[in-house]
């Protein structure tokens, strides 16, 4: 069974300040993975996905993660920091069989605050 | 953004009244899924649905029943709400290849 850990719970931050948020996750075969925001009282946006290919991938909002295989990381960075990237951070891995087409469900880690100050 | 709505978007209920939750998507997306988001846990996959009447259960699906008649409807029913029920609730839809899912705005029950 999958898993997902997101190492830090809370993110606090100052503007204009790089910020990397952790994540690892456990998986028995090949992975798709995600990161999702959610801003206050709003639902889960898609930031950026791995699906294949390059290690690094650019998302929304200058986010950018990097897959790392053998760390069975997936942690997600932005060099500089904004007021309105204040928001709740999931990261999430959906397995696949040999084809590519996934098993239809996708597993959460339990979310990151990030906070950035002024 | 995806068409998805999920209606009511709040609602306060009382123990042991039966609850149903409305998920409608205008995507043609073949599969639906209905989450709880809770702090400290997440989200956590209650019920989801491969096809028109085809649907299973997900890791919390005790006290929660699921129908979908319809490609664009999937509705979510507390058979008798708990207070332990209390959450957001969230629907999401996929095309299955990559499972990258996408969000409807939740609903916000409360079980008093």
């Known amino acids: 069974a999958q898993s997902v850990t997101q190492l830090d719970s809370q993110v606090p931050v100052f503007e204009e300040a790089p910020v990397e948020l952790r994540c690892n996750y456990s998986s028995s075969v090949s992975v798709y993975l995600f990161w999702y925001v959610q801003y206050p009282n709003q639902g889960l946006q898609l930031l950026l996905k791995?699906?294949?290919?390059?290690?690094l991938v650019k998302g929304i909002n200058g986010f950018e993660a990097e897959f790392n295989k053998s760390q069975t990381s997936f942690h997600l960075r932005k060099p500089s920091v904004h007021i309105s990237d204040t928001a709740e951070y999931f990261c999430a891995v959906s397995d696949f069989q040999a084809g590519g087409t996934s098993y239809g469900k996708l597993t959460f880690g339990q979310g990151t605050i990030l906070t950035v100050h002024p | 953004d995806a068409g998805i709505t999920q209606s009511p978007r709040h609602k306060v209920t009382e123990t042991g009244t039966p609850v149903t939750l409305r998920c409608h998507q205008t995507?043609?997306?073949?599969?639906m899924y209905w989450y709880r988001q809770d702090p400290g846990h997440g989200l956590r996959l209650i019920h989801y649905?491969?096809?028109?009447?085809?649907?299973d259960k997900g890791e919390v699906s005790d006290g929660y029943s699921v129908s979908r008649s319809k490609t664009e409807d999937f509705l979510l029913t507390l058979e008798s709400a708990t207070s332990s029920q209390t959450s957001v609730y969230f629907c999401a839809i996929s095309e299955i290849k990559y499972n990258e899912q996408y969000f409807g705005p939740g609903t916000r029950l409360t079980v008093t």
């Open positions: 649905s491969y096809g028109v009447k085809d649907t």
């Open positions: 791995y699906l294949s290919g390059s290690t």
């Open positions: 995507e043609n997306h073949r599969y």
